[in-house]
């Protein structure tokens, strides 16, 4: 237990569904991420949020839109997703860069 | 973002120390060294991190050179539990993390 929670853990959507995946902290950090990790490949970082504003997007294609409601909750809301899409999300949330950032488990996620 | 350079993998025996190597040889000053770890069908897991000065916790030690362009993630006594993806990763200022490929250690019994 890592203090972030991640809901659902396993997501099967079509192509044509909308899904949000929900990323809860309660350790008081003021950043939170979005990561992608495909197959047998390094972690891609997607989004970056400080105190609720989001200050990094790596050319995230726009059927993926996060949401940020309060430091201790992250969205990431799913539409229109292409079977290549289909990989492991995971949220993290950090407070100063001298600390350790937390990882949840993740939500693998297949696109059908 | 300044980059990592690990060896794709390692293997150790278990119950014997495990040296992981990192290469960083752009850092900035102000960078943290971090390192954490994934085992399979998890998320990076926080191990250890420093600025200059060498670091032990109760999962590892790090060793930082002094030029600061390397740095060593030492495992005491490593077990079959130790066997996961070890990322080396700089962490600037804006607090990102940025993996790379990592070094899988694989633990032999």
């Known amino acids: 237990e890592t203090g972030v929670t991640q809901t659902p853990r396993h997501l099967v959507m079509g192509m044509t569904n909308k899904k949000s995946l929900k990323c809860e902290q309660h350790l008081g950090h003021n950043a939170m991420y979005w990561y992608k990790q495909s197959a047998k490949k390094p972690l891609e970082l997607m989004f970056v949020y400080n105190f609720k504003e989001q200050t990094e997007n790596n050319s995230v294609p726009s059927r993926f839109s996060p949401e940020c409601p309060n430091s201790s909750h992250l969205f990431l809301h799913l539409h229109t997703l292409q079977p290549e899409d289909s990989a492991l999300y995971l949220c993290?949330?950090?407070?100063?860069?001298?600390?350790?950032?937390?990882f949840g488990q993740g939500t693998r996620l297949t696109v059908v | 973002d300044a980059k990592t350079t690990q060896p794709n993998s390692m293997e150790s025996n278990e119950e014997e120390p495990v040296h992981l190597p990192c290469n960083h040889s752009?850092?900035?000053?102000?960078?943290?060294i971090h390192w954490y770890r994934q085992l399979p069908s998890q998320g990076p897991e926080y191990v250890i991190h420093g600025l200059t000065s060498n670091v032990n916790n109760r999962m590892a030690s790090l060793a930082i050179a002094e030029d600061r362009k390397s740095s060593t993630l030492i495992l005491h006594r490593a077990t079959l539990r130790d066997a996961a993806v070890y990322y080396c990763i700089l962490r600037p200022n804006t607090g990102k993390l940025i993996f790379g490929q990592g070094t899988t250690l694989q633990v032999k019994p």
């Open positions: 993290a949330s950090s407070g100063d860069r001298g600390l350790e950032a937390f």
């Open positions: 752009t850092i900035s000053g102000t960078d943290y």
